[in-house]
Nanobody, 126 residues
Framework: QVQLAESGGGLVPPGGSLRLSCEVSRRTYKNYAMGWFRQAPGKEREFVAV????????AYADFVKGRFTISRDAAKNTVYLEMVGLKPEDTAVYFCATPSDVVTWPPFSRSDYGVWGQGTQVTVSS
């Protein structure tokens, strides 16, 4: 069974940076992409970014374009989310996830993902 483990969250001031990591225990052809989502208190979990393992193709939510960068290291089975220019509204629990089956690219919807990590807290505050 595929398992995901996030790390790298923390407390940063506005304008600060963080790099989140998500290590995948194993991959099959169905786990062809890795996504990041976030959930703020009282809000729905929302899509942030996704990357495809094979060709590094990426997609981003409009609200993070230019500030967040998703990347992957296939040798380490690890996906990263580099975040710069953080704002208080970026405060949330960040989750990585992978599809359980091949779906239309890019997979934006929560329902496209079948395996989730436990989440890592990101707090942006002075």
């Amino acid at each position: 069974q595929v398992q995901l483990a996030e790390s790298g969250g923390g407390l940063v001031p506005p304008g600060g940076s963080l790099r989140l990591s998500c290590e995948v225990s194993r991959r099959t052809y169905k786990n062809y992409a890795m996504g990041w989502f976030r959930q703020a208190p009282g809000k729905e979990r929302e899509f942030v970014a996704v990357i495809r393992w094979a060709d590094r193709d990426t997609a981003y939510a409009d609200f993070v374009k230019g500030r967040f960068t998703i990347s992957r290291d296939a040798a380490k089975n690890t996906v990263y989310l580099e975040m710069v220019g953080l704002k208080p509204e970026d405060t949330a629990v960040y989750f990585c996830a992978t599809p359980s089956d091949v779906v239309t690219w890019p997979p934006f919807s929560r329902s496209d993902y079948g395996v989730w990590g436990q989440g890592t807290q990101v707090t942006v505050s002075s």
